[in-house]
């Protein structure tokens, strides 16, 4: 049995919740106040992770052993559930990933646990500089129901990112979406009628909206308003304080509105690292500056991010509006309803023991992942 007690941020009550094995079994509110404990928060839902602390999902160093690495790194940072993202590759080099996803799970129950499914960024994207990023402009390829449907021999596929700027887009993301995958829309050129029709046939999400797109747009229409304006599209966000200022961040959440927006941290094996000029064998060369941008070298480019989701906590603690039981919802509860799993991002009885205890700023104090600590 595990004890762990800290505020209710949305009332100041204390809670005491008792664990057993990977459940909570018993969670007790007390009436009194104590401002100096700490707040009692779920754990944290990453839906959006490329590598951490020196270990990548994608390339040659996608093992078991890393994907396993970075579950345990993540959770000692308060990320007890997360999303590898396989990126841009070619199809053998993307199942090398899946596989070895997979195998971190089935020889680790903790890794199964924190790994509800994988999320393939590309290869289905936008050619263009700007809209594709990072990504491998060797490897983008048309858009390819069939090639989704035989990576799924390999591993759970959870959602696939893409862009739908061709004709056949419609017709393929439906064919997608049939056979049980979600299809989140990014990296993309696709004019505001193609992001409908996209939709129309069964989109659901925007990848790190704001980003993978040209850095200057029409007024409007553009791909930025499209997405906001659809209901039917929960948009990621990354929140590390590059990927969008914090007045577009803000602007964003209160667009989609409760539980259309998430925060993600589009890590890369990069973060925690110290500043320099890498070189990535996913990505080539890239600079991680001072203030922790992530680019191309040589361009604007970003080339995702260095922190984690628990660090995007902070940041939009400090640099927003919202306030911490907001910020819960978009990191933990809203992300946890996405991948289908009512035991994360609550704290009650039947649910999976994933508790983060967070100081005045918002930095992790305690973390018990799966009713132990890590």
Same mark, same amino acid.
């Given at each position: 049995?595990?004890?762990?007690?800290?505020?209710?941020?949305?009332?100041?009550?204390? +809670?005491?919740?008792?664990?057993?094995?990977?459940?909570?079994?018993?969670?007790?509110?007390?009436?009194?106040?104590?401002?100096?404990?700490?707040?009692? !928060?779920?754990?944290?839902?990453? #839906?959006?992770? &490329?590598?951490?602390?020196?270990?990548? !999902?994608?390339? $040659?160093?996608?093992?078991?052993?890393?994907?396993?690495?970075?579950? *345990?790194?993540?959770?000692?940072?308060?990320?007890?559930?997360?999303?590898?993202? @396989?990126?841009?590759?070619?199809?053998?080099?993307? @199942?090398?990933?899946?596989?070895?996803?997979?195998?971190?799970?089935?020889?680790?129950?903790?890794?199964?646990?924190?790994?509800?499914?994988?999320?393939?960024?590309?290869?289905?994207?936008?050619?263009?500089?700007?809209?594709?990023?990072?990504?491998?402009?060797?490897?983008?390829?048309?858009? %390819?129901?069939?090639? !989704?449907?035989?990576?799924?021999?390999?591993?759970?596929?959870?959602?696939?990112?893409?862009?739908?700027?061709?004709?056949?887009?419609?017709?393929?993301?439906?064919?997608?979406?049939?056979?049980?995958?979600?299809?989140?829309?990014?990296?993309?050129?696709?004019?505001?009628?193609?992001?409908? $029709?996209?939709?129309?046939?069964?989109?659901?999400?925007?990848?790190?909206?704001? &980003?993978?797109?040209?850095?200057?747009?029409?007024?409007?229409?553009?791909?930025?308003?499209?997405? #906001?304006?659809?209901?039917?599209?929960?948009?990621?966000?990354?929140? %590390? /304080?590059? *990927? +969008?200022?914090?007045?577009?961040?803000?602007?964003?959440?209160?667009?989609? /509105?409760?539980?259309?927006?998430?925060?993600?941290?589009?890590?890369?094996?990069?973060?925690?690292?110290?500043?320099?000029?890498? *070189?990535?064998?996913?990505?080539?060369?890239?600079?991680?500056?001072?203030?922790?941008?992530?680019? +191309?070298?040589?361009?604007?480019?970003?080339?995702?991010?260095?922190?984690?989701?628990?660090?995007?906590?902070?940041?939009?603690?400090?640099?927003?509006?919202?306030?911490?039981?907001? @910020?819960?919802?978009?990191?933990?509860?809203?992300?946890?309803?996405?991948?289908?799993?009512?035991?994360?991002?609550?704290?009650?009885?039947?649910?999976?023991?994933?508790?983060? #205890? #967070?100081?005045?700023?918002?930095?992790?104090?305690?973390?018990?992942?799966?009713?132990?600590?890590?």
């Amino acid at each position: 049995m595990a004890v762990i007690e800290g505020r209710c941020p949305a009332t100041g009550d204390v +809670l005491v919740v008792e664990a057993k094995s990977a459940d909570i079994v018993s969670v007790t509110r007390r009436t009194t106040r104590d401002s100096t404990m700490p707040w009692l !928060v779920p754990g944290l839902v990453d #839906l959006q992770v &490329n590598g951490y602390g020196g270990h990548d !999902v994608n390339g $040659a160093g996608a093992s078991p052993g890393a994907i396993s690495d970075i579950t *345990h790194k993540l959770a000692t940072a308060g990320v007890t559930t997360w999303v590898p993202t @396989v990126i841009t590759a070619s199809e053998e080099a993307i @199942v090398a990933s899946l596989r070895a996803i997979t195998e971190a799970c089935e020889s680790d129950p903790l890794v199964a646990r924190a790994v509800p499914y994988v999320h393939v960024e590309g290869p289905f994207l936008s050619p263009e500089d700007g809209p594709r990023g990072a990504h491998d402009r060797d490897q983008i390829r048309p858009l %390819d129901a069939a090639e !989704v449907a035989r990576w799924t021999r390999h591993a759970r596929i959870g959602y696939v990112t893409v862009s739908p700027h061709t004709d056949n887009a419609p017709a393929e993301i439906a064919r997608i979406v049939a056979e049980g995958t979600l299809v989140a829309l990014g990296h993309t050129n696709a004019s505001p009628q193609q992001l409908l $029709a996209a939709t129309d046939a069964g989109a659901t999400l925007s990848t790190h909206l704001g &980003n993978g797109i040209f850095a200057s747009l029409p007024r409007h229409p553009n791909q930025i308003w499209t997405q #906001l304006a659809d209901d039917r599209l929960a948009a990621g966000l990354v929140g %590390d /304080g590059h *990927h +969008l200022p914090p007045e577009a961040l803000t602007v964003m959440v209160r667009a989609k /509105g409760s539980g259309r927006a998430f925060l993600v941290s589009d890590s890369v094996a990069l973060a925690g690292c110290a500043p320099g000029v890498y *070189h990535q064998p996913v990505g080539g060369d890239v600079e991680l500056d001072e203030a922790g941008r992530l680019t +191309l070298v040589g361009t604007p480019f970003l080339a995702g991010s260095a922190v984690n989701l628990a660090d995007v906590v902070r940041y939009v603690l400090g640099h927003t509006p919202f306030g911490l039981p907001e @910020v819960m919802e978009l990191a933990s509860g809203t992300p946890a309803r996405i991948i289908g799993d009512s035991r994360r991002g609550r704290i009650q009885c039947g649910a999976q023991a994933d508790l983060v #205890l #967070l100081d005045q700023t918002g930095g992790v104090v305690d973390v018990l992942r799966q009713g132990s600590r890590p």
